[in-house]
């Protein structure tokens, strides 16, 4: 059953062939028997499931059942759940339970779905390798066979890692640069972050409040367009979360690409880029040829600037968003303060790791009187004009579509040492984000035995198309149905 | 050396919404710490701001009130700063776009004269919790409660020169944010707070000179004391040939001392930037048209109305304009009172110095406006005399009948104001008194005459057992006397 899809499993399930209870004790003797290699869970909550379970097979027996009803999955520990410890990858929060659930996580909660657990994560969703995660590194479940722990990409790494270790069917996941597509590149799994704005922040613990946006991570395209149906649409919680109709993301996953524009934005195909990664990324743009698309090279030609404003502007959000974590009320606190200085210093020294650290510091530097307009401002600026790059774009093509990464998924410990080098790990997604349109990771093929992922880059709310584009795809491949050896 | 004092103010001022203005708790006053902090006050991991329509709405309807620009594009900023009382790590507040731009307000002084005080802004942000330093044992208490507590600060030009003028803003101020209704305006509970920036140049200077800043007066006597204070301490400085240093102080009332609180140097450098989870709130010309419908009539509308309406005197209309409540009860009096003029004496004169002497409120008293005003009609139709109605008052006041006229009636206080009858009292006093009438007689000075008259007015009293009417009986007097 583990290797089923969502669709899959809810079908087996309403065909009654397997239990709720069945099927998620299937999947966590998986995490307990194999997770010991990828660490890709932080908490495991086996009663909980096994009680969610067992409420959603009374569900379906009623009658009630809707298509998560029972089916297991998971989320990224970033995303808050009443009563389970929250910790967003860090020791400032390992100790954290929280009294309310996400909107996201209350939606999983209301559709019947039945969460196994909180996914492994870079600490504060820093970080392009999830070995920033004070919970210890995650390993990719590819390319274990020559005797190298390589990185699932992070921040959703332990997402990503768990799906494709066949250890839950879906997870959620978060992406502020590029940590959904990245993860779900390097471990041969297909990811989607929406339109900022279409899915509810409330409840998902904030990094950099204007980038940050949930979404979604399973092995087909179907499968995000069931997690979208769940996650997407107004809260009243959260004031940047857009007022505007939800379609169901699976009605249009079978419509021809027949005529579909296709725009490979030149500057993503630099010498960056690897001649067998794009090679990969080429041979799948050929295939949506032969579904009918067309294709044009098309310009972002501020695009090589959003590393630069990037690391301004989420890290200048980061330094304000991580203020609340002061030792006074929850979390981390060190022992025995002598004064408020002293609680306020160690509690946050001790508490956060150190590119946490790194990014609070050059964050409030940028901020700093002096400096804001050189940088805070300057990179406000430059994002603007990142946004007008895609906008134009957009008016002569439907998507775009480019490699997610320069490499595949690289050896732990390979760029620890270096930041810059791991942030550039992030430079076909990062501007992305700072246009705030959806992007989905599809897999695309192999270069080393090692998974490659395809970026579909589309206007903004068109998260339905991405879907589309991305499972009519699927239906010709079959990349994303390799399993880890 | 000759001195100019330039003092400006800035006012939080504490809205009466129901609940906070980025959460849904509550902000009553007074309840058990932290019960009215919910997840998002306490700023846990994932919660985020929705702002609060009616904080908006409130803050209009101030700026309409003075006068200000609405700014149409009203921007959040986060000021950061590190403080247990402050659970983000940082004020959600308004830099660069605030919702109120540039007003003013008018003031009325003691001599009569009036002064406008410019506005340079009013701004949206949330207020602290607090830090309770005692009954803690050398530790520190954390109460939330008050935390995201919608504020408008207000921000003044320099426009004030003396205690008096600025104390006369705070009080307009405060006369004006009650009225309107977007503060309750106890300044006991926190609800108005007043900064202010003092500053002295040499007289007739165009240079200001630097300021210094003294914080958080809750009262308007002690606002008064410490620029009297901070004055005489800037000008000791000046004239021993010092320097101000520009910095932040704070006011001891009950020592009348100030200290230091910290320096221009150790001032916090906030990083503000705008807040990314809060978009722009657009404020459209609908929702001032709404605002605007709200606002009772303020009190310079109503102070001019009183004059044009009842005829009165600049300073009585003052008076009776600044207190929604008096004003109300002023109107309520004349309504049943028709003379406006001596309605209004009667609620500055003996209905003020009773409630002043009682230390109560308008809404304490225990008489209303209409139960004044049907004694001032009886006043008025020579019903009672003034003296009377002194009497009347007290008994009203005391509750001893619901109405004047009960009240006249069962003391006996109503004057006879028949002619005939009170003719044949004078006829039958002056024969008593023939010597008296004849010295009147021959008297020529007619301010002496007057003067005699009052010797013939007792014996009238006394024969109309006190309820003749003096004015008649002055009137019958004259005319008999005289011919």
Same mark, same amino acid.
């Given at each position: 059953?583990?290797?089923?899809?969502?669709?899959?499993?809810?079908?087996?399930?309403?065909?009654?062939?397997?239990?709720?209870?069945?099927?998620?004790?299937?999947?966590?003797?998986?995490?307990?028997?194999?997770?010991?290699?990828?660490?890709?869970?932080?908490?495991?909550?086996?009663?909980?499931?096994?009680?969610?379970?067992?409420?959603?097979?009374?569900?379906?027996? #009623?009658?009630?059942?809707?298509?998560?009803?029972?089916?297991?999955?998971?989320?990224?520990?970033?995303?808050?759940?009443?009563?389970?410890?929250?910790?967003?990858?860090?020791?400032?929060?390992?100790?954290?339970?929280?009294?309310?659930?996400?909107?996201?996580?209350?939606?999983?909660?209301?559709?019947?779905?039945?969460?196994?657990?909180?996914?492994?994560?870079?600490?504060?969703?820093?970080?392009?390798?999830?070995? =920033?995660?004070?919970?210890?590194?995650?390993?990719?479940?590819?390319?274990?066979?020559?005797?190298?722990?390589?990185?699932?990409?992070?921040?959703?790494?332990?997402?990503?890692? !768990?799906?494709?270790?066949?250890?839950?069917?879906?997870?959620?996941?978060?992406?502020?640069?590029?940590?959904?597509?990245?993860?779900?590149?390097?471990?041969?799994?297909?990811?989607?972050?929406?339109?900022?704005?279409?899915?509810?922040?409330?409840?998902?613990?904030?990094?950099?409040?204007?980038?940050?946006?949930?979404?979604?991570?399973?092995?087909?395209?179907?499968?995000? !367009?069931?997690?979208?149906?769940?996650?997407?649409?107004?809260?009243?919680?959260?004031?940047?979360?857009?007022?505007?109709?939800?379609?169901?993301?699976?009605?249009?996953?079978?419509?021809?690409?027949?005529?579909?524009?296709?725009?490979?934005?030149?500057?993503?195909?630099?010498?960056?880029?690897?001649?067998?990664?794009?090679?990969?990324?080429?041979?799948?743009?050929?295939?949506?040829?032969?579904?009918?698309?067309?294709?044009?090279?098309? =310009?972002?030609?501020?695009?090589?600037?959003?590393?630069?404003?990037?690391?301004?502007?989420?890290? !200048?959000?980061?330094?304000?968003?991580?203020?609340?974590?002061?030792?006074?009320?929850?979390?981390?606190?060190?022992?025995?303060?002598?004064?408020?200085?002293?609680?306020?210093?160690?509690?946050?020294?001790?508490?956060?790791?150190?590119?946490?650290?790194?990014?609070?510091?050059?964050?409030?530097?940028?901020?700093?009187?002096?400096?804001?307009?050189?940088?805070?401002?300057?990179?406000?600026?430059?994002?603007?004009?990142?946004?007008?790059?895609?906008?134009?774009?957009?008016?002569?093509?439907?998507?775009?579509?480019?490699?997610?990464?320069?490499?595949?998924?690289?050896?732990?410990?390979?760029?620890?040492? /270096?930041?810059?080098?791991?942030?550039?790990?992030?430079?076909?997604?990062?501007?992305?984000?700072?246009?705030?349109?959806?992007?989905?990771?599809?897999?695309?093929?192999?270069?080393?035995?090692?998974?490659?992922?395809?970026?579909?880059?589309?206007?903004?709310?068109?998260? #339905?198309?991405?879907?589309?584009?991305?499972?009519?795809?699927?239906?010709?491949? /079959?990349?994303?149905?390799?399993?880890?050896? | 050396?000759?001195?100019?004092?330039?003092?400006?103010?800035?006012?939080?001022?504490?809205?009466?919404?129901?609940?906070?203005?980025?959460?849904?708790?509550?902000?009553?006053?007074?309840?058990?710490?932290?019960?009215?902090?919910?997840?998002?006050?306490?700023?846990?991991?994932?919660?985020?701001?929705?702002?609060?329509?009616?904080?908006?709405?409130?803050?209009?309807?101030?700026?309409?009130?003075?006068?200000?620009?609405?700014?149409?594009?009203?921007?959040?900023?986060?000021?950061?700063?590190?403080?247990?009382?402050?659970?983000?790590?940082?004020?959600?507040?308004?830099?660069?776009?605030?919702?109120?731009?540039?007003?003013?307000?008018?003031?009325?002084?003691?001599?009569?004269?009036?002064?406008?005080?410019?506005?340079?802004?009013?701004?949206?942000?949330?207020?602290?919790?607090?830090?309770?330093?005692?009954?803690?044992?050398?530790?520190?208490?954390?109460?939330?409660?008050?935390?995201?507590?919608?504020?408008?600060?207000?921000?003044?030009?320099?426009?004030?020169?003396?205690?008096?003028?600025?104390?006369?803003?705070?009080?307009?101020?405060?006369?004006?944010?009650?009225?309107?209704?977007?503060?309750?305006?106890?300044?006991?509970?926190?609800?108005?707070?007043?900064? &202010?920036?003092?500053?002295?140049?040499?007289?007739?200077?165009?240079?200001?000179?630097?300021?210094?800043?003294?914080?958080?007066?809750?009262?308007?006597?002690?606002?008064?004391?410490?620029?009297?204070?901070?004055?005489?301490?800037?000008?000791?400085?000046?004239?021993?040939?010092?320097?101000?240093?520009?910095?932040?102080?704070?006011?001891?009332?009950?020592?009348?001392?100030?200290?230091?609180?910290?320096?221009?140097?150790?001032?916090?450098?906030?990083?503000?930037?705008?807040?990314?989870?809060?978009?722009? &709130?657009?404020?459209?010309?609908?929702?001032?048209?709404?605002?605007?419908?709200?606002?009772?009539?303020?009190?310079?509308?109503?102070?001019?109305?009183?004059?044009?309406?009842?005829?009165?005197?600049?300073?009585?209309?003052?008076?009776?304009?600044?207190?929604?409540?008096?004003?109300?009860?002023?109107?309520?009096?004349?309504?049943?009172?028709?003379?406006?003029?001596?309605?209004?004496?009667?609620?500055?004169?003996?209905?003020?110095?009773?409630?002043?002497?009682?230390?109560?409120?308008?809404?304490?008293?225990?008489?209303?406006?209409?139960?004044?005003?049907?004694?001032?009609?009886?006043?008025?139709?020579?019903?009672?005399?003034?003296?009377?109605?002194?009497?009347?008052?007290?008994?009203?006041?005391?509750?001893?009948?619901?109405?004047?006229?009960?009240?006249?009636?069962?003391?006996?206080?109503?004057? &006879?104001?028949?002619?005939?009858?009170?003719?044949?009292?004078?006829?039958?006093?002056?024969?008593?008194?023939?010597?008296?009438?004849?010295?009147?007689?021959?008297?020529?000075?007619?301010?002496?005459?007057?003067?005699?008259?009052?010797?013939?007015?007792?014996?009238?009293?006394?024969?109309?057992?006190?309820?003749?009417?003096?004015?008649?009986?002055?009137?019958?007097?004259?005319?008999?006397?005289?011919?």
């Amino acid at each position: 059953m583990h290797n089923k899809s969502v669709a899959e499993l809810s079908r087996e399930l309403e065909s009654g062939k397997i239990s709720s209870v069945e099927l998620t004790r299937e999947f966590l003797d998986r995490i307990k028997a194999e997770d010991r290699q990828y660490n890709s869970f932080i908490t495991v909550t086996e009663d909980q499931a096994l009680a969610d379970a067992k409420t959603a097979d009374e569900q379906r027996a #009623a009658g009630k059942a809707s298509v998560w009803t029972g089916v297991p999955f998971a989320h990224k520990d970033i995303f808050c759940t009443n009563g389970v410890a929250t910790t967003c990858g860090s020791k400032m929060l390992a100790n954290f339970v929280p009294p309310y659930d996400a909107t996201v996580t209350a939606n999983f909660r209301a559709a019947g779905a039945v969460c196994l657990g909180k996914t492994n994560m870079d600490e504060f969703a820093m970080g392009s390798s999830n070995e =920033s995660s004070f919970f210890g590194a995650v390993t990719n479940p590819w390319g274990l066979n020559n005797g190298e722990k390589r990185v699932p990409g992070g921040s959703s790494g332990g997402s990503a890692a !768990a799906i494709a270790a066949r250890l839950v069917p879906a997870a959620t996941a978060t992406d502020t640069g590029g940590s959904i597509r990245q993860p779900a590149a390097l471990c041969g799994v297909t990811g989607l972050k929406p339109t900022y704005g279409r899915v509810s922040r409330y409840g998902m613990i904030a990094f950099a409040s204007s980038l940050d946006q949930g979404g979604t991570m399973a092995r087909t395209a179907e499968d995000n !367009a069931l997690m979208l149906n769940v996650m997407a649409g107004f809260d009243p919680k959260d004031c940047t979360c857009v007022d505007r109709a939800v379609p169901d993301y699976t009605a249009t996953l079978d419509e021809p690409l027949k005529g579909l524009r296709i725009g490979l934005p030149k500057e993503y195909f630099s010498d960056q880029l690897s001649p067998a990664m794009e090679q990969q990324v080429r041979n799948a743009v050929k295939e949506y040829e032969k579904l009918g698309a067309t294709v044009k090279e098309v =310009s972002l030609p501020r695009a090589k600037l959003a590393i630069a404003a990037y690391y301004v502007i989420a890290p !200048a959000e980061a330094s304000a968003n991580l203020s609340r974590f002061d030792g006074v009320r929850y979390g981390y606190r060190c022992d025995n303060p002598k004064d408020l200085n002293d609680l306020y210093t160690r509690t946050r020294a001790e508490g956060f790791g150190g590119e946490v650290k790194r990014r609070i510091l050059v964050g409030t530097y940028a901020l700093s009187a002096g400096y804001f307009d050189a940088y805070y401002l300057k990179a406000q600026k430059v994002r603007r004009l990142i946004q007008q790059d895609f906008v134009n774009a957009f008016k002569e093509v439907d998507v775009l579509m480019s490699p997610v990464t320069p490499s595949p998924a690289f050896v732990q410990g390979e760029k620890t040492s /270096d930041p810059v080098t791991m942030y550039l790990e992030d430079v076909f997604t990062i501007a992305v984000n700072l246009a705030g349109v959806p992007a989905m990771s599809v897999p695309a093929g192999f270069v080393d035995g090692l998974p490659v992922g395809l970026q579909i880059i589309g206007n903004y709310f068109e998260e #339905a198309r991405l879907l589309n584009a991305a499972h009519q795809y699927q239906q010709v491949t /079959d990349w994303h149905q390799k399993l880890p050896q | 050396m000759q001195w100019d004092i330039v003092i400006g103010l800035e006012i939080h001022v504490q809205l009466a919404t129901k609940t906070k203005i980025f959460s849904g708790s509550s902000t009553a006053f007074g309840a058990e710490p932290n019960t009215q902090a919910s997840a998002v006050d306490l700023a846990m991991p994932g919660t985020l701001p929705v702002p609060n329509e009616q904080a908006f709405r409130y803050a209009v309807m101030f700026g309409l009130a003075v006068n200000a620009e609405i700014g149409r594009r009203s921007v959040f900023d986060r000021k950061n700063y590190f403080y247990p009382d402050l659970p983000k790590g940082y004020q959600t507040t308004q830099l660069d776009h605030p919702i109120v731009g540039p007003g003013f307000v008018d003031i009325d002084l003691e001599d009569g004269s009036s002064k406008r005080v410019r506005i340079h802004h009013a701004h949206l942000e949330e207020d602290a919790g607090k830090s309770l330093h005692e009954d803690f044992d050398g530790m520190t208490g954390i109460d939330l409660n008050r935390a995201g507590t919608p504020l408008i600060e207000i921000v003044t030009e320099p426009d004030m020169n003396s205690a008096e003028e600025a104390v006369a803003f705070a009080k307009k101020l405060h006369s004006l944010v009650s009225s309107i209704g977007i503060c309750d305006g106890d300044m006991s509970q926190g609800s108005l707070r007043f900064d &202010v920036n003092i500053s002295l140049k040499p007289k007739g200077s165009d240079e200001l000179g630097t300021r210094t800043e003294t914080k958080n007066l809750n009262s308007f006597r002690f606002m008064e004391q410490a620029i009297a204070h901070e004055v005489e301490r800037q000008m000791d400085i000046l004239e021993d040939g010092g320097r101000i240093i520009q910095e932040t102080r704070l006011y001891n009332g009950e020592r009348d001392e100030s200290r230091s609180m910290r320096s221009k140097e150790e001032a916090n450098d906030y990083r503000y930037f705008p807040c990314p989870d809060l978009l722009p &709130v657009v404020i459209d010309d609908a929702f001032i048209e709404s605002a605007r419908d709200l606002l009772p009539e303020l009190p310079d509308e109503r102070k001019a109305r009183f004059k044009e309406q009842y005829g009165l005197n600049d300073y009585d209309a003052r008076l009776l304009s600044d207190d929604a409540r008096i004003a109300a009860f002023f109107e309520e009096a004349v309504s049943q009172g028709k003379d406006a003029k001596l309605a209004a004496n009667w609620v500055l004169g003996e209905f003020s110095a009773r409630l002043n002497a009682e230390d109560k409120t308008v809404v304490q008293a225990p008489i209303t406006g209409s139960q004044l005003g049907q004694l001032v009609a009886r006043i008025a139709d020579n019903t009672v005399s003034s003296s009377g109605a002194k009497k009347v008052f007290e008994a009203l006041w005391n509750g001893d009948a619901d109405n004047a006229d009960a009240i006249i009636e069962a003391q006996g206080l109503k004057q &006879v104001s028949d002619t005939g009858a009170l003719e044949q009292m004078v006829d039958e006093v002056l024969a008593g008194m023939p010597d008296q009438v004849a010295q009147y007689q021959e008297e020529a000075d007619p301010k002496k005459q007057k003067k005699m008259l009052g010797g013939f007015m007792g014996p009238l009293m006394k024969a109309s057992k006190g309820q003749g009417n003096p004015k008649l009986f002055n009137e019958i007097l004259v005319r008999k006397l005289g011919g």
